[in-house]
């Protein structure tokens, strides 16, 4: 209480510092923006709702709510007893100051637009002149820089995610001409790796993952939409545009392909393909999801809390909420998926090479498509009176079929399982079997003539699913013992295939499902599958009569099928024709639909321009417009908090009442209108960000500064915090000279422990088996890691990644036992200390220095260099008595090699490596 | 003396003023938060058994005998009321009843109900407490098992584990305070549903009240093994030396999260002794295995996880969580259940009977149950010997046993058709509010702030801690 009392005699009170978290926090929950379950009709969210009934401003004794707040009763004390939420004496003495001084009133700070506040006099660089003007205050001065060796190991970490190489250490610190530092950044900012370390960041805000997230958690194929993040930042992409195209690329005038997959940003979201869901309901969590999602990375703003009512502290209402899900309620996205990989709306990307025989044939193939609809409703107006003759096909109904080619076909009925097994049988010595498994054709061959097993699956990421209903697959095999030799067809329409991982043949066929099976001891072609399953009286017909229309429509669709199987496929927005609208939800139940919305932006912050389209583009521009307050702000924080591990605003994903309002406004603003008004040029902020003598200070801590700026929050000193999970795996690959640094492609499996994924999978599940891969993929960046959102890289989560089900926009920073057991065992990086340590004893003549160099930027300290020494001696000792251990640790019988592992594994502990 | 207990001695003698907020927080991080326990608390340790996919109550506890007259009747609409169906059952043109086709009988001095497929079970009836009224608000399992675990339908809350290691905090520093455990189940036709870390994750608490996953295959704790050749020895002398490069950075420097990442080593170290020590099963009498029975001698069994459950909780680990999958009985449930039942049977009254001989069943709170109940109506084809029972979120039976709770007796009731509840509701979060009451926990002050609300382990709704079943 002393405290605050000397404290206010000292500063005036701040209404958004020091009274609204207070009244935010206390009394909005009953008297805030919530107008339905308002209590006693009194809001104190705005001046007028207080002033009406409760507060005389400049009499405390006289205003209700001083009363009702200190009332001698516990009854009739507010807040009542069971909000828990009483009021401390501190809170009290600022209420009352707050009257006496006559009530005053600030809107919140993050709904009034920035403007460029003046720079303070003093330093040079305009972040340090708002940093020092600050520390003067408290009586603080800024720590000196850091030295070089120090200072380019940060720079490269934070503008790479990578640590530097040593001879660009070395070449920095013998550089003496002026401008040496910028020099440097530059580089790093033109480095490849900046856009993946950017990226790395982003993926986190879009949930990116590489499967489903619910349910099977079967694979997703998205990654395009990765490498598209890294290439933006490579390239420099303004953020306005980086979030037009994100959020509406695909409604742009003329939109390119880039544009349209930039659009995966909202097909991130988790989704289910569950049997028995209720497509309404999931479809309602899938906007709300992508709502919450914009709100947070975009506005800061938690607009997820108005989902079921109006927001209890921010003036955000129920309505705003469901105005905003309108814009993402008018998509073609399907709802449930079906357990593939590519559910629609998708967008396939054909090699480079092929992409002009793709334009090329597309037409063709659409010219060839009409022409055939045209020729089938030609036979119908004919109306053939005798029903044409099927062609007829040499038909065996075999179970056991001659070695050599052969064609199974099966006509199913409903199928409402997971798994059936639809047909088996043997060719020569080779057994085969055609089965669904969730919804998708496979077949598999096995046999002694094929080395292991041909497994191959109706490729999950480019086919439709198998309509439950009824339905006909048709398999045929060439008989040369590839799997390329396999035609799938279902319903007469060849499938892409791809291999899958090989899985042994079920014992026991499970007919109960099937119709009819058909076997031909040889491989028909695509107009024999189709004839053989010709039920339509005109469809038979038009082929009879048409054969050779019939033949290049197969032959071109062959070919538009092969190229587009040979693309990547990735999930893209669509929108769908007319207004974009949504129900409010009574209490965000599905079920409970009320009034019908149309799309509009929230009401307290600043209109859309009437003549801009109310759709996510209009979203878009609007959220990249110079007026509004908090796209910028929210995004030059984010960019903050990845150098000096803190926002300006703590936090970073609520900037509304009851976020944390920012340590330096003035400089937050100027930061924000500096950005906007750059042209949202990314590289240019974080160039501004690192070359600030605030970024280059050394990360020394005074017991002075201990006291007074514990958290580094007046950034007192130089940042200095554990890595992200992502870089700390990057930095030790890299150290150790393993790193596979080419960019972007496929996601990778590098090695994890067993079990992890089994664990927690459905049988069905296609990521139930984790199969690592080898070679160069086991080494490459994290950010290509393989995501499984229900079980993710085991040592990437340990170090707080997020599991990216949601949108994270900052992550959290623990320091566990378990996470010690990773740096010291993970194979990864005991592999890591294996290579370096081997490269240091045999291409250095000083070891020592060689591995310090790639972990620390620097040689050790003589006071370092003896205490490594030291544990050297003791660890030789040790494998000179222990000698199979030593045998084991480094491949050789050789105690000094094993003791430049484990030492080298110490140093990849150092607090020093761990930090940047 | 250990040159470690001099650090942490320092550490905390120089208190708040010498310290970064951060270390400081991380080394509480195993406390008991301020305020806590609300009342005095009735257990220290839960054991919570979840049968995933929802075990059919009409076919285990709440006996119906009047469903013998209603063989393929349709369940009368009365009882239905229009209530919503999964999109695997909306489509049949009749719900044809399907009376359990198990003999019940009575047992114990309590004469608590069960089918005769869960004999060794029955045997623990006076020590048991059934809640035969839970409802739940979400008709599919991914939804239905994160709402119980976490009170809400939508990923990302903190689930139960999670809350009681941030409110209570640990009670062994070398061990986890929330531990899972995942069991196998037997029969090959058993519909398996998919679980997921996020059911064991601490959402927005401190990802260090995340459950550690204590795993049957490989390591037990992952990353736990030193990698090949490295000994205990060995590794001692590299974090004696890793210790010492770090105090050098420490003192150069001044960060006092040096200091705590030492500490973490340190325990990271002890782990690999008292986790093996853990998971260790050899010095169990053979009098352990006639109790659990012989499944437990196998790594991964449901047996074998209601033993390391026990011996957690011996070691003061708060939270065990198991999970044993395979109740989703959609179809040929004569031929899985009895199956599932074996799988757990005699685990659950060895369990119970060593807790209680050990004198731990009064400080465990011990519960069986699923996300949600099925339908007293048939999915699919139904026959006098075959059926399968659809998801039901409107009733469904747990039972709970140890910790403070009034033994033999059966809160709640429902209709003859096992459809609606009858008598006493217990919400989901009456549930959660009443499993926190017995840890010494006020539902209602337990929270977290985050985005702007004081989140709490029952939502915002009003949750009913329920009086009647606590001694």
């Known amino acids: ?916 | 003396m250990n040159p470690l207990h001099q650090t942490r001695r320092a550490l905390f003698k120089k208190g708040a003023q010498g310290l970064g907020l951060g270390a400081l927080t991380e080394l509480l991080a195993g406390q008991t938060l301020a305020g806590l326990p609300h009342f005095a608390p009735r257990a220290k340790s839960i054991i919570y058994m979840h049968m995933v996919g929802g075990p059919p109550q009409m076919d285990l506890f709440d006996y119906k005998p009047a469903m013998k007259n209603y063989y393929d009747k349709d369940l009368p609409g009365s009882i239905r009321q229009g209530q919503r169906l999964t999109t695997m059952t909306s489509g049949q043109s009749r719900f044809p009843i399907a009376p359990s086709i198990y003999e019940f009988r009575q047992h114990g001095q309590s004469g608590a109900w069960f089918s005769n497929l869960l004999p060794q079970t029955a045997k623990v009836a006076d020590q048991l407490t059934f809640l035969k009224s839970l409802h739940t608000e979400a008709i599919n399992h991914d939804p239905a098992i994160t709402f119980i675990q976490t009170g809400s339908m939508v990923p990302g809350k903190a689930c139960m584990g999670s809350w009681i290691s941030y409110g209570l905090g640990s009670m062994n520093k070398d061990l986890p305070t929330f531990v899972v455990l995942n069991a196998t189940h037997t029969h090959p036709k058993a519909n398996v549903q998919p679980i997921s870390a996020r059911l064991w994750s601490s959402g927005f608490l401190s990802s260090k009240h995340s459950g550690v996953s204590l795993r049957s295959m490989g390591d037990p704790v992952l990353f736990l093994s030193n990698p090949r050749g490295v000994s205990a020895s060995g590794r001692r002398i590299v974090l004696d030396g890793l210790q010492e490069m770090n105090e050098i950075e420490q003192r150069r420097h001044g960060d006092p999260e040096v200091l705590a990442r030492i500490e973490q080593y340190e325990m990271a170290f002890r782990m690999q002794a008292s986790v093996p020590e853990l998971t260790d099963f050899s010095k169990e009498p053979e009098s352990i295995y006639r109790l659990y029975g012989e499944d437990a001698r196998t790594p991964g069994t449901f047996a074998r996880t209601c033993l390391q459950a026990r011996r957690l909780v011996e070691r003061g680990v708060r939270f065990v969580q198991i999970y044993q999958r395979g109740w989703d009985l959609h179809s040929v449930l004569p031929e899985v259940l009895p199956s599932q039942c074996k799988d757990v049977d005699q685990a659950c009254f060895g369990l119970i009977e060593d807790l209680r001989s050990r004198g731990l069943l009064d400080q465990t709170l011990v519960l069986w149950g699923g996300e949600f109940g099925r339908t007293i109506y048939s999915q699919g084809k139904l026959t006098p010997t075959d059926y399968g029972r659809d998801h039901h979120p409107r009733c469904f039976t747990m039972w709970m046993a140890g910790g403070g709770l009034k033994p033999g007796i059966t809160h709640g009731e429902t209709d003859e058709f096992s459809y609606n509840v009858v008598r006493d509701p217990v919400h989901v979060r009456d549930l959660q509010a009443t499993i926190l009451r017995q840890m010494g926990i006020d539902h209602e002050r337990l929270t977290y702030a985050y985005q702007g609300l004081d989140q709490k382990l029952t939502g915002v709704e009003k949750a009913h801690v329920v009086k009647e079943i606590i001694a």
């Open chain 1, 1 to 916: 209480m002393t405290s605050v009392l000397l404290w206010l005699s000292l500063a005036a009170l701040d209404f958004q510092k020091d009274v609204k978290p207070i009244l935010a926090n206390h009394c909005f929950h009953c008297h805030g923006p919530d107008a339905q379950n308002r209590k006693a009709d009194l809001r104190l969210d705005t001046r007028p709702g207080a002033l009406a009934k409760v507060v005389v401003a400049g009499d405390a004794s006289k205003s209700l709510l001083w009363q009702r707040v200190t009332h001698p009763k516990p009854a009739l004390r507010m807040p009542p007893p069971y909000a828990h939420k009483d009021l401390s004496p501190a809170a009290l003495t600022i209420l009352r100051e707050w009257i006496q001084t006559g009530a005053p009133w600030k809107e919140h700070w993050s709904f009034v637009a920035p403007s460029r506040p003046p720079v303070p006099t003093g330093a040079k660089h305009p972040i340090d002149a708002f940093i020092q003007a600050r520390l003067a205050q408290e009586k603080l001065s800024p720590a000196p820089e850091a030295d070089r060796p120090r200072l380019i190991r940060r720079l490269s970490l934070d503008l790479t995610g990578l640590p530097p190489s040593p001879e660009e250490v070395e070449a920095f610190v013998r550089d003496d001409k002026p401008g040496a530092y910028e020099r440097v950044v530059d580089r790093y900012l033109a480095s490849p790796h900046w856009g993946e370390h950017r990226a790395r960041y982003w993926l986190d805000a879009a949930r990116y993952g590489d499967t489903h997230g619910l349910h099977s958690d079967n694979y997703r194929e998205i990654w395009p939409w990765r490498d598209w993040v890294i290439q933006a930042f490579n390239s420099n992409m303004p953020f306005s545009q980086f979030a037009l195209e994100q959020l509406a690329g695909d409604l742009l005038p003329n939109a390119t392909l880039n544009q349209r997959i930039a659009t995966g940003f909202h097909r991130n979201h988790i989704a289910t393909g569950e049997g028995g869901v209720i497509p309404e309901e999931v479809k309602a969590i899938y906007v709300k999801d992508m709502v919450d999602t914009t709100a947070t990375v975009f506005l800061g703003l938690t607009l997820g809390c108005a989902t079921c009512h109006d927001h209890k502290y921010d003036p955000l209402t129920q309505k705003d909420f469901y105005r905003m899900a309108a814009f993402f309620n008018n998509t073609t996205e399907v709802t449930v998926h079906g357990e593939i990989a590519t559910p629609e709306p998708v967008l396939v990307i054909p090699r480079p090479e092929e992409a002009s025989r793709l334009a090329q044939i597309e037409p063709e193939v659409m010219r060839l498509r009409q022409q055939w609809q045209d020729r089938l409703k030609s036979i119908k107006k004919q109306e053939t009176s005798a029903p044409a003759s099927r062609a007829s096909l040499h038909m065996q109904a075999v179970t056991v079929l001659p070695p050599g080619p052969f064609t199974a076909q099966v006509q199913c009925g409903y199928l409402d399982q997971h798994l059936i097994t639809m047909a088996t049988g043997q060719t020569g010595d080779l057994r085969w079997e055609l089965a669904i498994e969730s919804f998708l054709p496979v077949f598999r061959l096995e046999g002694r003539g094929i080395p292991g097993q041909l497994a191959l699956r109706g490729n999950s990421i480019r086919i439709p699913p198998v309509s439950p209903k009824e339905t006909e697959i048709t398999a045929t095999w060439d008989g040369s013992g590839r799997a390329e030799g396999v035609t799938i067809y279902v319903g007469g329409r060849a499938v892409a295939l791809s291999r899958v991982a090989p899985r042994p043949l079920r014992r026991e066929p499970d007919r109960s499902f099937i119709r009819r099976t058909l076997l031909y001891p040889r491989a028909l072609g695509p107009l024999e599958v189709v004839q053989s399953l010709i039920s339509s009286n005109e469809l038979s017909a038009a082929v009879e009569q048409y054969p050779a229309e019939f033949l290049a429509l197969a032959e071109a669709e062959r070919e538009y099928r092969a190229i587009r199987m040979r693309g990547n496929v990735t999930l893209v927005m669509k929108e769908k024709a007319g207004e974009a609208k949504a129900h409010l939800l009574e209490r965000g139940q599905y079920d409970q639909p009320r009034e019908e919305l149309s799309a509009a932006t929230p009401a307290a912050l600043p209109p859309m321009p009437a003549d801009w389209p109310r759709n996510r583009l209009g979203l878009a521009r609007w959220i990249v417009a110079a007026d509004n307050p908090l796209t910028a702000r929210v995004t030059v924080n984010r960019f903050w908090q990845e150098l000096f591990g803190t926002g300006l605003v703590k936090t970073a994903d609520d900037f509304g009442s009851t976020g944390e309002p920012p340590t330096h406004p003035e400089l937050l603003d100027w930061l924000a209108v500096e950005f906007r008004e750059s042209g949202w040029d990314v590289k240019k902020l974080f160039r501004l960000m690192v070359t600030s003598a605030t970024y280059r200070q050394a990360a020394l801590l005074t017991e002075e500064k201990r006291r007074q700026d514990p958290e580094n929050r007046l950034l007192s000193r130089g940042p200095r915090f554990r890595m992200d999970a992502e870089m700390l795996r990057d930095s030790a690959l890299a150290a150790s000279g393993l790193l596979e640094r080419h960019v972007g492609g496929e996601s990778v499996k590098p090695l994890q422990p067993e079990n992890v994924w089994e664990s927690v999978a459905v049988l069905y599940s296609n990521t139930r088996f984790y199969q690592p891969d080898s070679g160069p993929a086991l080494r490459r960046r994290s950010l290509y890691t393989f995501w499984k959102r229900a079980a993710p890289p085991p040592a990437l989560e340990i170090l707080n990644a997020p599991t990216r089900e949601t949108c994270v926009v900052k992550r959290e920073r623990t320091n566990t036992p378990l996470q010690a057991l990773v740096t010291l065992n993970d194979p990864d990086f005991f592999s890591a200390a294996r290579s370096l340590a081997t490269k240091a004893t045999e291409l250095s003549t000083k070891p020592l220095d060689y591995a310090a160099q790639r972990l620390l930027a620097r040689p050790l300290a003589a006071e370092e260099s003896a205490a490594a020494r030291r544990t050297l001696a003791r660890l030789v000792r040790h494998y000179r008595s222990h000698k199979a251990e030593a045998l084991a640790i480094s491949g050789r019988p050789d105690p000094e090699a094993a003791a430049w592992v484990m030492l080298v594994s110490l140093l990849m502990n150092l607090d020093e490596v761990l930090n940047k």
